[in-house]
């Protein structure tokens, strides 16, 4: 049985943790290798095919790394917590021991949270006229937001050829239900139970109090077009990372992924202590 470590190279108690798990892990008769530090002039990208299990230590956004990775594989993802909140990860080495908990994974004693993810096509036309996608998954959200040069976006929104709206503001977040919890919710918009499948829209900050947030269906596709009377360069960022267009951003197209993200935990109470801690401030340890 093949593992994968992505630790938080940044947190040198996850990384201590993630070489005593190796260690113990070796000793079991599992192979471990772990994902390249991206700080390393010899960065490559990890090696992920025939792995059974990915461990992540570190917070959400390390996690969000480790997804990044599998991609659509549908490989089981155990967060290990050694970030500030969380949310996303199975436990923290404050609560449970570590071993422990690798080790009901690998018995197959934690529970399979299967999240919806996305397939994200940013389209540009070059100054050549020629057109250019960029194809990306996320399993949080895609943000398109003003750039540092515009005071504000003009886009027009449409679900599965149904225009919706033409908004003027600072953007638009389109999530799953993992996603509701980030950027999404900042922005006003709902906290989404991990069983939804569908997308969650909410615009930022938009210029008129008529716009609302929306969810949509699992088959649904959004589109974003860019205005063409009011040009602008948005920032267009992909579970946090920015993504550079070559040419001058058209519109985006977003759908749910052909494959999900799986994440372990301890049961679907998981998600709702999570939101009571985090969200609420209530401690569910009493």
């Known amino acids: 049985m093949k593992i994968l470590l992505v630790p938080n190279y940044f947190n040198d108690e996850a990384t201590r943790s993630g070489l005593a798990l190796e260690l113990w892990l070796n000793r079991q008769g599992y192979e471990v290798s772990w994902v390249p530090d991206q700080r390393d002039a010899a960065f490559a990208p990890a090696d992920v095919e025939g792995c059974d ?3 992540s230590l570190g917070g959400d956004g390390t996690l969000l ?5 599998v991609n659509y594989r549908e490989i089981p993802i155990l967060g290990l917590s050694y ?9 923290s080495p404050k609560d449970r021991d570590v071993l422990a908990v690798v080790e009901d994974a690998l018995a197959g004693e934690l529970h399979v949270s299967r999240r919806a993810t996305l397939a994200c096509d940013v389209v540009s036309v070059r100054d050549d006229g020629g057109i250019d996608t960029v194809h990306t998954f996320a399993l949080n959200d895609l943000a398109l937001a003003r750039g540092p040069l515009s005071d504000m976006v003009e886009f ?3 679900v599965s050829g149904h225009h919706i709206d033409r908004l003027r503001g600072d953007g638009v977040v389109i999530s799953t239900a993992t996603g509701s919890t980030g950027y999404a919710l900042s922005a006003g918009g709902p906290i989404v139970s991990p069983d939804y499948t569908g997308m969650v829209c909410v615009p930022i900050a ?9 969810l949509t269906s699992p ?17 267009i960022a992909i579970d946090g990372q920015f993504v550079t267009a070559d040419g001058t951003v058209d519109h985006v197209s977003v759908r749910r992924g052909p494959g999900d993200i799986l994440l ?5 109470e998981s998600f709702y202590n999570s939101v009571s801690r ?4 209530v401690n569910n340890a009493r």
Request: glycine share 8%; charged share 15%; aromatic share 10%.
């Open 53 to 55: 299990l990915v461990i």
């Open 65 to 69: 790394r480790a997804a990044r990775i």
């Open 83 to 91: 970030g500030h909140v969380g949310f996303l990860t199975a436990a």
């Open 156 to 158: 027009a929104i449409t």
């Open 206 to 214: 938009p210029h008129t109090i008529q716009a609302r947030a929306f």
């Open 219 to 235: 088959s649904d596709i959004v589109e974003i077009a860019m205005s063409k009377e009011r040009p602008t360069v948005p920032a």
């Open 264 to 268: 372990l935990d301890y049961g679907p």
């Open 278 to 281: 985090v969200f609420f401030g």
